[in-house]
């Protein structure tokens, strides 16, 4: 495919996901949302909503100059910085599900951590761009770029939001790695890093309950393993061609999280190998797409930006699609574009807008 093709490609694929998902949360929300809320339209309708939203932040970030976001990468940081505190200020912060994840803003409300994830992908392309000769210096290369990040990924921690947070210490890494940084001052980080992780496991029983499933979701399969059997289960009665949309039964009340983070188990009952064969398809190609775009950026700043934020949301899809097929742990992570939820859509879309503008900005031979 040549690269004046590339911008209609990286679309396709963005249209096509943000159709799958819509097509399946309709099919996974509705029958609960008619029993809970009396409208089986009621989280499809507030899902194109966001779409239409994500949509048209997607055409203006297409159009900002996406230098713009190197003079503009510490506000954007100490914005997000700002937004996770505020989560964790009782009586601002909305609790949930045992954590405090969220901020209201008026009908809505927005999760910040998904912003912050935007914002340190765009300080570590500044950050390596910037410190390119001396990248592989301790103390110039390598400390800022975990200290500020770790700062974040704490904070998120704090919240706690664990799968967020481990996805955010491994792009980091990634990133730091792609851009010269020394391997074993990545390995130290690492080192550091894993008893912080552990202690905040073992802090919470609810995360040492999700180890002991994905160790073993058979040993209570109608308690704590219920959610991750039931998961099994939608994808092995969907074989090979699946029961056909809208058919699925274990939606029915049976799977948790059945429009959210386990969507991917309903693709699985509903489509078959064939439809989760396909999804997958798509994000390799929009990995596909957005490394291209970043090979051939102008810059090396518009490189490592395009490239983080491909890799924000291949991460993050191969993340979810591990923990719904057991894989991993259970971390409550959206599938990109196609789960319900309107900050994770929004700023997956404004993801594609900025790599779209480093396309548009002119690619090198």
């Given at each position: ?205 609810y995360m040492m309950k999700r180890l002991a499933v994905f160790a073993d979701p058979w040993k209570d399969p109608s308690g704590s393993g219920w959610q991750m059997v ?32 386990f969507i991917f188990s309903v693709i699985g009952e509903e489509l078959g190998l064939v439809g ?90």
């Amino acid at each position: 495919m040549n690269s004046s093709r590339m911008d209609r490609f990286l679309i396709i694929i963005t249209l096509v996901l943000l159709a799958s998902g819509a097509a399946m949360v309709y099919s996974t929300s509705s029958v609960m949302a008619m029993k809970k809320f009396g409208d089986e339209y009621f989280f499809i309708r507030k899902h194109l909503v966001f779409s239409a939203a994500g949509l048209a932040l997607l055409m203006i970030s297409s159009r900002i100059p996406y230098r713009l976001y190197k003079n503009l990468a510490y506000p954007i940081l100490v914005l997000a910085i700002v937004l996770l505190i505020l989560v964790l200020v009782p009586g601002i912060g909305r609790h949930a599900g045992g954590a405090r994840r969220w901020l209201r803003l008026g009908p809505v409300t927005f999760q910040p951590s998904e912003f912050a994830k935007l914002a340190v992908v765009i300080f570590l392309a500044y950050s390596l761009d910037v410190k390119k000769d001396r990248i592989r210096s301790f103390s110039v290369g390598f400390l800022p770029n975990m200290v500020i990040p770790g700062f974040i990924i704490a904070l998120i921690l704090a919240e706690p939001d664990l799968g967020t947070a481990a996805t955010l210490s491994i792009l980091t890494g990634v990133m730091s790695f792609i851009g010269g940084v020394r391997l074993k001052h990545l390995l130290s980080a690492a080192a550091v890093l894993a008893p912080v992780f552990y202690v905040v496991v073992t802090s919470f029983d609810y995360m040492m309950k999700r180890l002991a499933v994905f160790a073993d979701p058979w040993k209570d399969p109608s308690g704590s393993g219920w959610q991750m059997v039931q998961s099994f289960l939608a994808f092995g009665s969907g074989g090979v061609w699946g029961a056909g949309l809208g058919e699925g039964k274990q939606k029915l009340f049976y799977l948790p999280e059945a429009h959210t983070d386990f969507i991917f188990s309903v693709i699985g009952e509903e489509l078959g190998l064939v439809g989760v064969a396909l999804i997958i398809l798509l994000y390799c190609a929009l990995l596909f797409g957005g490394v291209r775009v970043a090979r051939r950026a102008k810059d090396l700043f518009g490189t490592y930006l395009a490239l983080g934020l491909t890799l924000m949301l291949s991460l993050q899809a191969a993340v979810n699609m591990a923990v719904v097929m057991g894989a991993l742990p259970p971390k409550g992570l959206p599938l990109p574009f196609i789960s319900y939820g309107g900050s994770s859509l929004v700023m997956s879309m404004i993801a594609v807008g900025i790599i779209l503008n480093v396309y548009m900005k002119g690619n090198k031979a």
